[in-house]
C-alpha cells in the first residue's frame, strides 16, 4: 500500500464513491444531487485557491462564475459556437479580471478586499441585467439543449463524469498547492507577508496569480453549471449569495485544505435537497430555512471550529491515536 | 425619486431640483452610513449584516401600519429603543466573541447573520414586496417650481436630526468622549481604565438603533421585501469608503456626494444605471485612495 495520509484516503473514497454512483443508481434525483455535490464542491476548491491558500477572502466570486456561464449561453445563442468556445472564452475574461482583482489585493487588506469585490460582482449584474440588447437583460438566457459532447448537451450519466473530472482536477490542484513552492510561499504570505517578503518571496506576484487561477477556475465551471442547468438569470450567476456560498462550503469543509471544499459542498448540498424537498409544499418562503441554518451554521463554524470538518476530524484522529498508543 | 422627471422648464429650476433631490437623498443615507462608520471605526468590524437591520426596521414599520394602523413617525418612538435593544442583544451573542478574531472570522460572522436574518425574513414573511402607504406619502409639496415628497421631507428632517444628535453624543458627553478615545487607540483607552467592552455594546447597540431608524424612515418611501435591504447596504459602502471608513464627517459628505451621482446620474442617463457610476466612483476610491477622499490619518492603516 503507498504511504498516503488519511486526508488523501478520504479523498479517494469521496471520489470513488461518486464514480460508482452512476453504476447502480439511474435516478435522475440522485444523480443530479452527485452532479451538484461535485460542480459546488469544485467552485468551492476554486474559491478556496485564493480565500483559503492566498489569503484573499472574495466576497465576489459570482463575478467569475457569471463569466463563464454568461460566455458560454452567449457564444451558444448569439454566435452559434460550441460551448468550448464560451469556456476557452470566459476563462481568457476571468483571468484578464481576476489579475485586476489580484492586483487591487496587493492595496487592499481584509474588508477593504472583501468590499472591492462585492462592487465588481455587483457591476457585472447591473451590466448584465440591464444591457438589454446584449445580454437579454434581466429575463435571463434559456441555454438550448442539443446533445453532444461538442455541444454540452449531456445526459445525466456522462454529466456525472464530467463535473467528476473537473472535481478532481481542483482536489489535485489544491494538493499540488499544499506540497509545492508555490503553495508553501503562498502560505508564508498569507501568515506574514512582512516575513515572507523578507525571504524573498515575491509577495504581490504570488497573491495575483493565486487570485487569476482561483478566478479561471471559477469561470470554468460556471460554463459547465450554465450549461447543466440550460438557464441563466444574472440576479442568481452574479448573487452575492452565490459568492457567500463559495466560502460557505469551504469555510465548513475546513477552509485551506484539499477536501474541506468538497466535504462542505456534500454536507450543506445535501442539507439544501433534503430540506428543500421537505419544505416544497408548504407556504411560500419556507424552503429558506436552509438559508438560515447555513447563516447560523457559518457564525458557529468560525467561532467554535474555525478549522472546519477536516480540521474536527484530524483533531478528532489525534486524539485517538494518542489513547491507542 | 422620480420628482427629476417632474421638472419645470427653466434650466435653473433643473438644477435647484437636482440639488434639494440630492440633499434630500443624501440625509437619509447619512444616517444608515452613519452606523456602519461608527460600528467601524470603533470596534475595526465591517457589518456586513448592517442592511438587514435596515430591512428589520422597515418591516416593524410595515406590521405597526398594517395591524394596528401606526404611523412610521410615531413607531419610530419605539423602534429606536427596539433596535438600540437588538444592536445590544446581538453585539452579546453574536459579536462579542469574534471582537478580538481575524478579519476573515469577524467577516463570515456578519455576512452568516446576514444570510440567517435575510432567509429569517423570507420564512417568516414570504417574499412579497410589501407597501407602507400613510397619508403623508402621497402629498406632494410644490415650492419654486421644484416639487417633494412630504414622506421624503420628514425622513430627511428626522434623519438629519438624529445624525446630528448622535454627532453630538460623541462630542460632547463623556461617554461620547470615551467612544471616540476607543477608537482613537483602544490600548491607551484600556490603560486608562476604560471599560472597552462596554463601549463596543454600546457603540454597536448606538448604530444598529440608527439604522433600524433609517428603516422605519424609508419605509413609505421603498418596498419591503426580505432583501430590500441590500440596495441601501451597498450604498452604504460606497459612502462610508467614501468618507474614509471610521469617520462620520467623512460618512456625510460621502452621503451627498453619493446622493449626487445618483439624481443627477439618473436624470441624464436614466434610472436603470445609476448604481454602475457609484459603483465605478466606488472602485476608482478604493484603488486609488482606500483611506477615503477626505484622507482620515491612519485610515489607510485600519484594514491591515
Given at each position: 500500500?503507498?504511504?498516503?495520509?488519511?486526508?488523501?484516503?478520504?479523498?479517494?473514497?469521496?471520489?470513488?464513491?461518486?464514480?460508482?454512483?452512476?453504476?447502480?443508481?439511474?435516478?435522475?434525483?440522485?444523480?443530479?444531487?452527485?452532479?451538484?455535490?461535485?460542480?459546488?464542491?469544485?467552485?468551492?476548491?476554486?474559491?478556496?485557491?485564493?480565500?483559503?491558500y492566498?489569503?484573499?477572502?472574495?466576497?465576489?466570486?459570482?463575478?467569475?462564475?457569471?463569466?463563464?456561464?454568461?460566455?458560454?449561453?452567449?457564444?451558444?445563442?448569439?454566435?452559434q459556437?460550441?460551448?468550448?468556445?464560451?469556456?476557452?472564452?470566459?476563462?481568457?475574461l476571468?483571468?484578464?479580471?481576476?489579475?485586476?482583482?489580484g492586483?487591487?489585493?496587493?492595496?487592499?487588506?481584509?474588508?477593504?478586499?472583501?468590499?472591492?469585490?462585492?462592487?465588481?460582482?455587483?457591476?457585472?449584474?447591473?451590466?448584465?441585467?440591464?444591457?438589454?440588447g446584449?445580454?437579454?437583460?434581466?429575463?435571463?438566457?434559456?441555454?438550448?439543449?442539443r446533445?453532444?459532447?461538442?455541444?454540452?448537451?449531456?445526459?445525466?450519466?456522462?454529466?456525472?463524469?464530467?463535473?467528476?473530472?473537473?472535481?478532481?482536477?481542483?482536489?489535485?490542484?489544491?494538493?499540488?498547492?499544499?506540497?509545492s513552492?508555490?503553495?508553501?510561499?503562498?502560505?508564508?504570505?498569507?501568515?506574514?507577508?512582512?516575513?515572507?517578503?523578507?525571504?524573498?518571496?515575491?509577495?504581490?506576484?504570488?497573491?495575483?496569480?493565486?487570485?487569476?487561477?482561483?478566478?479561471?477556475?471559477?469561470?470554468?465551471?460556471?460554463?459547465?453549471?450554465?450549461?447543466?442547468?440550460?438557464?441563466v438569470d444574472?440576479?442568481?450567476?452574479?448573487?452575492?449569495?452565490?459568492s457567500?456560498?463559495?466560502?460557505?462550503?469551504?469555510?465548513?469543509?475546513?477552509?485551506?485544505?484539499?477536501?474541506?471544499p468538497?466535504?462542505?459542498?456534500?454536507?450543506?448540498?445535501?442539507?439544501?435537497?433534503?430540506?428543500?424537498?421537505?419544505?416544497?409544499?408548504?407556504?411560500?418562503?419556507?424552503?429558506?430555512?436552509?438559508?438560515?441554518?447555513?447563516g447560523?451554521?457559518?457564525?458557529?463554524?468560525v467561532?467554535?471550529?474555525?478549522?472546519?470538518?477536516?480540521?474536527?476530524?484530524?483533531?478528532?484522529?489525534?486524539?485517538?491515536?494518542?489513547?491507542?498508543? | 425619486?422620480?420628482?427629476?422627471?417632474?421638472?419645470?422648464?427653466?434650466?435653473?429650476?433643473v438644477?435647484?431640483?437636482?440639488?434639494?433631490?440630492?440633499?434630500l437623498?443624501?440625509?437619509?443615507?447619512?444616517?444608515?452610513?452613519?452606523g456602519?462608520?461608527?460600528i467601524?471605526?470603533?470596534?475595526?468590524?465591517v457589518?456586513?449584516?448592517?442592511?438587514?437591520?435596515?430591512?428589520?426596521?422597515?418591516?416593524?414599520?410595515?406590521?405597526?401600519?398594517?395591524?394596528?394602523?401606526?404611523?412610521?413617525?410615531?413607531?419610530?418612538?419605539?423602534?429606536?429603543?427596539?433596535?438600540?435593544?437588538?444592536?445590544?442583544?446581538?453585539?452579546?451573542?453574536?459579536?462579542?466573541?469574534v471582537?478580538?478574531?481575524?478579519?476573515?472570522?469577524?467577516?463570515?460572522?456578519?455576512v452568516?447573520?446576514?444570510?440567517?436574518?435575510?432567509?429569517?425574513?423570507?420564512?417568516?414573511w414570504?417574499?412579497?414586496?410589501?407597501?407602507?402607504?400613510?397619508?403623508h406619502?402621497?402629498?406632494?409639496?410644490?415650492?419654486?417650481?421644484?416639487?417633494?415628497?412630504?414622506?421624503?421631507?420628514?425622513?430627511?428632517?428626522?434623519?438629519?436630526?438624529?445624525?446630528?444628535?448622535?454627532?453630538?453624543?460623541?462630542?460632547?458627553?463623556?461617554?461620547?468622549?470615551?467612544?471616540?478615545?476607543?477608537?482613537?487607540?483602544?490600548?491607551?483607552?484600556?490603560?486608562?481604565?476604560?471599560?472597552?467592552d462596554?463601549?463596543?455594546?454600546?457603540?454597536?447597540?448606538?448604530?444598529?438603533?440608527?439604522?433600524?431608524?433609517?428603516?422605519?424612515?424609508?419605509?413609505?418611501?421603498?418596498?419591503?421585501?426580505?432583501?430590500?435591504?441590500?440596495?441601501?447596504?451597498?450604498?452604504?459602502?460606497?459612502?462610508?469608503?467614501?468618507?474614509?471608513?471610521?469617520?462620520?464627517?467623512?460618512?456625510?459628505l460621502?452621503?451627498?456626494i453619493?446622493?449626487?451621482?445618483?439624481?443627477?446620474?439618473?436624470y441624464?442617463?436614466?434610472i436603470?444605471?445609476k448604481?454602475?457610476f457609484?459603483?465605478t466612483?466606488?472602485?476608482?476610491?478604493?484603488?486609488?485612495?482606500?483611506?477615503?477622499?477626505?484622507?482620515?490619518?491612519?485610515?489607510?492603516?485600519?484594514g491591515?
Open positions: 500500500m503507498p504511504a498516503l495520509a488519511p486526508g488523501r484516503w478520504a479523498a479517494v473514497a469521496f471520489f470513488g464513491v461518486a464514480a460508482l454512483v452512476p453504476v447502480g443508481v439511474r435516478d435522475a434525483y440522485l444523480l443530479d444531487s452527485v452532479i451538484l455535490i461535485l460542480l459546488w464542491g469544485a467552485l468551492s476548491a476554486a474559491w478556496n485557491v485564493a480565500g483559503g492566498a489569503g484573499q477572502v472574495s466576497l465576489g466570486h459570482a463575478a467569475f462564475f457569471g463569466i463563464g456561464a454568461y460566455s458560454a449561453a452567449l457564444m451558444t445563442t448569439r454566435f459556437q460550441s460551448p468550448w468556445l464560451g469556456l476557452l472564452l470566459g476563462v481568457a476571468s483571468i484578464a479580471a481576476g489579475g485586476v482583482i492586483y487591487l489585493s496587493n492595496r487592499l487588506k481584509g474588508p477593504y478586499f472583501a468590499l472591492s469585490t462585492i462592487a465588481f460582482s455587483q457591476v457585472l449584474l447591473i451590466v448584465a441585467s440591464r444591457w438589454r446584449f445580454t437579454a437583460g434581466s429575463e435571463g438566457i434559456p441555454v438550448p439543449f446533445p453532444g459532447f461538442w455541444t454540452l448537451g449531456l445526459g445525466h450519466v456522462a454529466w456525472v463524469y464530467m463535473a467528476l473530472g473537473v472535481a478532481v482536477l481542483y482536489y489535485a490542484v489544491l494538493v499540488w498547492l499544499e506540497t513552492r508555490f503553495g508553501y510561499q503562498l502560505a508564508g504570505v498569507r501568515e506574514d507577508e512582512d516575513a515572507a517578503e523578507a525571504l524573498g518571496i515575491a509577495s504581490r506576484r504570488s497573491k495575483v496569480y493565486a487570485v487569476t487561477l482561483s478566478a479561471a477556475m471559477t469561470s470554468v465551471v460556471g460554463t459547465f453549471w450554465a450549461q447543466y442547468v440550460g438557464f444574472p440576479f442568481y450567476v452574479f448573487s452575492i449569495d452565490l457567500v456560498r463559495f466560502a460557505l462550503n469551504t469555510i465548513i469543509g475546513g477552509i485551506g485544505t484539499g477536501l474541506g468538497f466535504l462542505g459542498s456534500l454536507l450543506i448540498t445535501s442539507l439544501e435537497t433534503y430540506l428543500r424537498a421537505t419544505f416544497s409544499g408548504m407556504k411560500t418562503g419556507f424552503a429558506g430555512i436552509y438559508l438560515v441554518i447555513y447560523t451554521a457559518l457564525i458557529l463554524v467561532r467554535f471550529v474555525p478549522e472546519g470538518l477536516t480540521g474536527l476530524a484530524t483533531r478528532l484522529g489525534a486524539r485517538r491515536s494518542r489513547a491507542h498508543a | 425619486m422620480d420628482t427629476a422627471r417632474r421638472l419645470g422648464p427653466a434650466q435653473i429650476d438644477v435647484a431640483q437636482l440639488g434639494v433631490s440630492t440633499v437623498l443624501g440625509g437619509i443615507y447619512a444616517l444608515v452610513a452613519v456602519l462608520t461608527l467601524f471605526g470603533i470596534m475595526r468590524v457589518n456586513f449584516a448592517h442592511g438587514e437591520f435596515l430591512m428589520l426596521g422597515m418591516y416593524v414599520a410595515f406590521w405597526a401600519y398594517t395591524l394596528w394602523n401606526l404611523d412610521p413617525y410615531f413607531v419610530l418612538f419605539v423602534s429606536i429603543p427596539l433596535f438600540f435593544g437588538i444592536g445590544f442583544l446581538t453585539y452579546v451573542l453574536v459579536m462579542r466573541g471582537i478580538h478574531a481575524s478579519h476573515n472570522v469577524q467577516i463570515f460572522t456578519t452568516g447573520l446576514s444570510t440567517a436574518l435575510q432567509n429569517a425574513a423570507l420564512v417568516l414570504t417574499g412579497d414586496f410589501r407597501t407602507v402607504r400613510p397619508w406619502s402621497s402629498v406632494v409639496i410644490r415650492v419654486l417650481g421644484m416639487a417633494f415628497n412630504l414622506s421624503q421631507v420628514v425622513a430627511f428632517a428626522i434623519a438629519v436630526a438624529l445624525t446630528l444628535a448622535l454627532f453630538a453624543f460623541m462630542k460632547w458627553t463623556h461617554t461620547g468622549r470615551v467612544m471616540r478615545a476607543t477608537a482613537q487607540d483602544h490600548d491607551a483607552a484600556t490603560l486608562m481604565g476604560i471599560d472597552t462596554r463601549v463596543y455594546r454600546l457603540t454597536f447597540a448606538i448604530g444598529i438603533a440608527c439604522v433600524g431608524a433609517a428603516g422605519v424612515l424609508v419605509s413609505p418611501l421603498y418596498a419591503v421585501y426580505p432583501t430590500a435591504g441590500l440596495q441601501f447596504v451597498l450604498l452604504a459602502y460606497v459612502v462610508v469608503v467614501l468618507g474614509g471608513l471610521g469617520d462620520m464627517l467623512g460618512a456625510m460621502g452621503s451627498l453619493v446622493a449626487a451621482v445618483e439624481v443627477v446620474g439618473s441624464f442617463f436614466g436603470a444605471w448604481e454602475v457609484y459603483f466612483l466606488f472602485i476608482a476610491v478604493l484603488v486609488f485612495r482606500p483611506a477615503g477622499l477626505f484622507g482620515q490619518r491612519g485610515a489607510e492603516t485600519l491591515a
